[in-house]
């Protein structure tokens, strides 16, 4: 019975040992040297003193050793946290810190940047360093924590894995809100096996499946490449990239059939030239992390001529929420899809009655891939985490569902459809107007790149619409021809009062469009 992270590894292990389990570059191993692998790294972390939902921090690319390190952890007992090798020093040091840490795993060069900012994370013991144990002159030793080698971590004696029970704390994904600091999300061994099983359930992943893993393992969209090949024996091939093209040529070499990634990554994707067989090899490609422009979506079904396109709706806080039915693409192409197997999907009023047919309201998600709530923070996980709607009062207290904050609709046929963030929402002129609907209207002219579409206060009439877009590649983008276009396209009350033309638009770690960095731009706040 699968109870623990650990187990979708061990089980994928007994049955196909030799079977190719995870690739970086040109290096695989075996499902039965990962297991190995997680085996002896869970065994040094418990000889180093870590014990049940203990906190085990990993902030490395993509490599053997991370994923040999978050599942060892699952061995272990502890918990995982993973954190995007993109962060910064001070970043990395407020996870470590908010999290309480009490082992840290990286590389020297990573730990001789944050060594300064290490000395605030008091609960830090034990940092394990990918390669050798940097000399005493290299400056990066400490009185507060004791520094071993990873070689030195997995040779020992081997302990048996630690199993207890699925609603132990598992991972803590941190997540960064629209405001304030970085949110640590609380998933469940539960939470994180029933999302494999979903998502490859209706993804039809198969052992055959070569998956590519592009994007962050401190993503929830990322580490579910992991989990999703491990529940069925698949290969994941794990890809740190710094050009779109990196991404492209390590599918072509290992043969990649499945691949899932964030809108502005598929936009320089779908852009590149693939070979017809590697295109061809394509199963299946899958959005999340935002809304893919339609004439991204129609370049890439016209590239991947014999895959299915999977436009999926997620956040942290569930793991993945909802799907569309690639059979439903060409009816629906604007819609999220249904609820993910598992799940519930309601859309809900102000005050917790539930919408009718194609009344904007909250989406609320119930079931088993609910998070546990926000780390070391109960009030916000109380105004996220909250009982379902509808249910019997005296049920609703061990089982809560969560208020995403996100508007959505849902039609007569019970397909949803997002609206925006309630946060994002521009209130201009009496009217409430989706970012979204803007920015899918400067795509659909043929001259952007990217667009982010903000509401600026304006004490006329509450906020006026400025449009952030650059332009296609080797071409030029003219602000005024893009309000010309666009005035062909909305109703005047959503038409931009300005757009401002950049080269790139800002990202966030995680490879989304960075909305908030750009309001800071373009406010100077």
Same mark, same amino acid.
Request: hydrophobic content about 40%; proline content about 6%.
């Given at each position: 019975?699968?109870?623990?992270?650990?187990?979708?590894?061990?089980?994928?292990?007994?049955?196909?040992?030799?079977?190719?389990?995870?690739?970086?570059?040109?290096?695989?191993?075996?499902?039965?040297?990962?297991?190995?692998?997680?085996?002896?790294?869970?065994? *040094?972390?418990?000889?180093?003193?870590?014990?049940?939902?203990?906190?085990?921090?990993?902030?490395?690319?993509? !490599?053997?050793?991370?994923?040999?390190?978050?599942?060892?952890? %699952?061995?272990?007992?502890?918990?995982?946290?993973?954190?995007?090798?993109? &962060?910064?020093?001070?970043?990395?040091?407020?996870?470590?810190?908010?999290?309480?840490?009490?082992?840290?795993?990286?590389?020297?060069?990573?730990?001789?940047?944050?060594?300064?900012?290490?000395?605030?994370?008091?609960? &830090?013991?034990?940092?394990?360093?990918?390669?050798?144990?940097?000399?005493?002159? #290299?400056?990066?030793?400490? #009185?507060?924590?004791?520094?071993?080698?990873?070689?030195?971590?997995?040779?020992? $004696?081997?302990?048996?894995?630690?199993?207890?029970?699925?609603?132990?704390?598992?991972?803590?994904?941190?997540? %960064?809100?629209?405001?304030?600091?970085?949110?640590?999300?609380? =998933? %469940?061994?539960?939470? +994180?096996?029933?999302?494999?099983?979903?998502?490859? *359930?209706?993804?039809?992943?198969?052992?055959?499946?070569?998956?590519?893993?592009?994007?962050?393992?401190?993503?929830?969209?990322?580490?579910?490449?992991?989990?999703?090949?491990?529940?069925?024996?698949?290969?994941?091939? +794990?890809?740190?990239?710094?050009?779109?093209?990196?991404?492209?040529?390590?599918?072509?070499?290992?043969?990649?059939?499945?691949?899932?990634?964030?809108?502005?990554?598929?936009?320089? +994707?779908?852009?590149?030239?693939?070979?017809?067989?590697?295109?061809?090899?394509?199963?299946?490609?899958?959005?999340?992390?935002?809304?893919?422009?339609?004439?991204?979506?129609?370049?890439? !079904?016209?590239?991947?001529?014999?895959?299915?396109?999977?436009?999926?709706?997620?956040?942290?806080?569930?793991?993945?929420?909802?799907?569309?039915?690639?059979?439903?693409?060409?009816?629906?192409?604007?819609?999220?899809?249904?609820?993910?197997?598992?799940?519930?999907?309601?859309?809900?009023?102000?005050?917790?009655?539930?919408?009718?047919?194609?009344?904007?309201?909250?989406?609320?998600?119930?079931?088993?891939?609910?998070?546990?709530?926000?780390?070391?923070?109960?009030?916000?996980?109380?105004?996220?985490?909250? $009982?379902? $709607?509808? !249910?019997?009062?005296?049920?609703?207290?061990?089982?809560?569902?969560?208020?995403?904050?996100?508007?959505?609709?849902?039609?007569?046929? *019970?397909? =949803?459809?997002?609206?925006?963030?309630?946060?994002?929402?521009?209130?201009?002129?009496?009217?409430?107007? %989706?970012?979204?609907?803007?920015?899918?209207?400067?795509?659909?002219?043929? +001259?952007?790149?990217?667009?982010?579409?903000?509401?600026?206060?304006?004490? !006329?009439?509450?906020?006026?619409?400025?449009?952030?877009?650059?332009? =296609?590649?080797?071409?030029?983008?003219?602000?005024?021809? =893009?309000?010309?276009?666009?005035?062909?396209?909305?109703?005047?009350?959503?038409?931009?009062?300005?757009?401002?033309?950049?080269?790139?638009?800002?990202?966030?770690?995680?490879?989304? &469009?960075?909305?908030?960095?750009?309001?800071?731009?373009?406010?100077?706040?």
């Amino acid at each position: 019975m699968r109870t623990q992270l650990h187990h979708l590894l061990a089980e994928a292990a007994q049955r196909d040992a030799d079977a190719p389990a995870v690739t970086v570059r040109d290096a695989t191993r075996t499902y039965g040297q990962m297991w190995t692998d997680a085996v002896a790294a869970g065994s *040094g972390f418990g000889r180093l003193g870590v014990s049940t939902e203990d906190r085990v921090a990993v902030y490395l690319d993509k !490599r053997i050793e991370t994923v040999a390190a978050i599942f060892g952890t %699952s061995t272990a007992g502890a918990t995982f946290v993973p954190i995007n090798p993109l &962060l910064r020093s001070h970043q990395v040091a407020f996870i470590l810190d908010d999290c309480e840490a009490r082992v840290l795993v990286t590389t020297p060069e990573r730990l001789a940047v944050l060594r300064d900012d290490l000395a605030r994370c008091a609960a &830090l013991e034990h940092v394990v360093v990918i390669s050798e144990v940097p000399e005493p002159d #290299d400056g990066i030793r400490s #009185d507060t924590y004791r520094i071993t080698a990873w070689k030195d971590l997995v040779d020992g $004696p081997e302990r048996p894995a630690v199993n207890g029970i699925d609603a132990s704390m598992a991972a803590i994904l941190y997540t %960064s809100g629209s405001t304030g600091a970085p949110k640590g999300v609380v =998933l %469940s061994h539960r939470n +994180l096996i029933v999302g494999a099983e979903s998502v490859s *359930g209706y993804l039809a992943n198969t052992a055959d499946d070569v998956i590519a893993a592009a994007l962050p393992l401190s993503f929830d969209a990322g580490f579910s490449q992991l989990t999703t090949a491990f529940n069925v024996g698949a290969q994941v091939v +794990l890809i740190n990239y710094l050009a779109p093209a990196d991404v492209r040529n390590q599918c072509i070499a290992h043969g990649v059939t499945g691949l899932t990634c964030v809108p502005p990554l598929w936009i320089q +994707l779908a852009d590149l030239e693939w070979p017809a067989d590697a295109a061809a090899g394509i199963r299946y490609f899958a959005n999340t992390g935002g809304r893919m422009p339609k004439a991204t979506l129609d370049q890439l !079904r016209a590239q991947f001529v014999n895959a299915e396109p999977y436009l999926m709706y997620g956040l942290t806080e569930a793991f993945r929420s909802t799907y569309l039915d690639p059979a439903e693409v060409d009816r629906r192409p604007d819609s999220i899809g249904k609820a993910i197997p598992n799940a519930e999907i309601l859309v809900v009023r102000h005050d917790g009655s539930l919408c009718d047919p194609n009344e904007p309201g909250e989406l609320v998600h119930r079931g088993a891939l609910v998070a546990q709530g926000y780390w070391n923070d109960p009030e916000r996980t109380a105004e996220r985490f909250r $009982p379902a $709607p509808g !249910r019997p009062p005296g049920l609703t207290s061990g089982e809560p569902a969560v208020w995403s904050g996100d508007l959505v609709s849902r039609d007569e046929d *019970g397909f =949803l459809y997002f609206i925006s963030r309630n946060d994002e929402m521009i209130k201009t002129s009496g009217y409430r107007v %989706s970012p979204t609907e803007i920015e899918e209207a400067a795509h659909d002219t043929g +001259l952007v790149r990217h667009a982010v579409a903000l509401g600026i206060d304006d004490d !006329r009439i509450g906020q006026h619409i400025v449009v952030v877009a650059s332009p =296609l590649a080797d071409q030029s983008l003219d602000a005024d021809a =893009l309000i010309a276009a666009l005035r062909k396209r909305l109703p005047r009350y959503m038409v931009p009062r300005q757009v401002v033309v950049t080269p790139d638009i800002p990202r966030s770690p995680n490879g989304k &469009l960075d909305r908030n960095r750009v309001r800071a731009e373009v406010t100077g706040a």
